[in-house]
């Protein structure tokens, strides 16, 4: 789940680390770590669905941002479909116990 | 608040993230931390508190990131290497169609194994404590109950779940029964053989006495040297022997180890020849055996001493003139006819 979450983020606009921490905590998921995001981004980049690269900073140190490319929009639209297949799924069987 | 004590911050969590990394390969852990660093440094600008306080005890923080990142920990080094071949060769026998009828017939086959291993591990213990009693003890009433407890015990740890220690003890224990195992089939190889040699040796405790690579006598008891003799009784020394096949004549199959009926080693001094070789066949043997002094307590070399020798009758009395000398020739007929006059 954090993998479609994550290529989610990126999928709106590349962002650093951190920052993708923050977009994600914003959108609601506060339960979710730094490490596994960090986690997350690095087995997507060696999997080859994110690319890569350094933007200089000019108030602090260099950052490191990833973007989705074409492999993680595959990715990202097969884990959206079955996202969606869970949810409608649950939903059936959620409001069918509670009828 | 500082940089400079935000830095520190910084430096004192990655360097715990460090030790949970110790693992990887040098250059992902520099690549890996580099990032986390970059990570560490946002969070510390944005929150006063202790890292710790913020993102958790490092030892979990490496976790969660090895475990999203898909870095299990493979211990590098000799040990990791080893384990990964063990991995991966596991890995290999599981994928070939063969496998899962072995693997269940491995598993049937697993309380056969776990009473060989009892009884091996047993016999090996006493006989290792009683080489004396060359495998009787076995057969004796506490002999068998005490294989019997070996193999319960073999059964119950085989049966039981282990893990850590006690999965690696099991595993010595393991090795150990399977060289005990060829140990005591060679034997049993070799016994064989010997009874056929000797065409005497009644079973196990002779065959085992005489130590097959062993020059025996007739009643299966080993010789331990070869004292010759004038007719006159004299002890004759560096006298060579030669079978006749012309073949040096050796008590024992190298030349060097020869025991006594009970099982002692006797040790040899050879003479050697001009290459440095030992002469084997130079008789009689300069022997000794090491003895625990018991006064002292300290291991001291014994000499052994030439045996009493008894001279046939009909030599008797030519043999009373010769001097009574080393080795004590019992030779010395009291009411032998005179020879003199």
Known sequence: VLDVAVLAVLERRDSYGYDVVRQLREAGLVQVGDA??????????????????????????????????????AQLESGRKTWHAFVSAMSVVLEGEAA | MEPSVQTDRVAD?????????????????????????????????EDDRPLREVLGPPAEYVAAYRASAGLESVPSGPRGRLRARVE??????????????????????????WTLRGVVLAVALLTTIWPRSQG?????????????????????????????????????????????TSALIDFERTKHLDIRADGMASGFRDARRTAPDQLTAFDGDPVTNIHPYTRDG??????????????????????????????????????????????????????YTMERDRGTGQRIRRPQTAPTIVLPPAMRTDASEAPASEPAVEATAPAAAPSEG
């Open chain 1, 36 to 73: 596994s995001v960090y986690g997350t981004l690095r087995r997507l980049f060696k999997s080859g669905a994110l690319k890569s690269y350094v933007v200089p900073s000019d108030e602090g140190p260099h950052r490191k941002y990833y973007g989705i490319n074409a492999a993680g929009r």
């Open chain 2, 13 to 45: 969590y990655l360097a715990d993230l460090r030790l949970h990394l110790e693992d990887l390969d040098p250059a992902e852990r520099a690549e890996v931390l580099d990032e986390l660093a970059d990570a560490l440094r946002e969070v510390a600008a």
């Open chain 2, 88 to 113: 991966s060769t596991k890995a290999t026998l599981r994928a070939q169609p063969w496998w899962p009828r072995v693997h269940e017939l491995a598993v049937l086959l697993r309380p056969a194994w």
């Open chain 2, 136 to 180: 009787d003890v076995i057969l004796s009433l506490p002999g068998m109950l005490f294989v019997v407890a070996a193999v319960t015990a073999s059964m119950a740890v085989g049966g039981g779940r282990r893990d850590g220690a006690l999965r690696l003890a099991v595993i010595g224990v393991n090795v150990m029964a399977l060289v005990a």
């Open chain 2, 234 to 287: 004299e002890p004759l020394e560096d006298v060579l022997l030669f079978d006749g096949e012309g073949r040096p004549l050796s008590l024992a199959r190298d030349g060097r180890k020869v025991y006594d009926a009970r099982g002692r080693r006797i040790r040899i001094e050879h003479e050697r020849d001009a290459d440095g070789q030992p002469i084997a066949n130079l008789y009689p043997l300069q022997q």
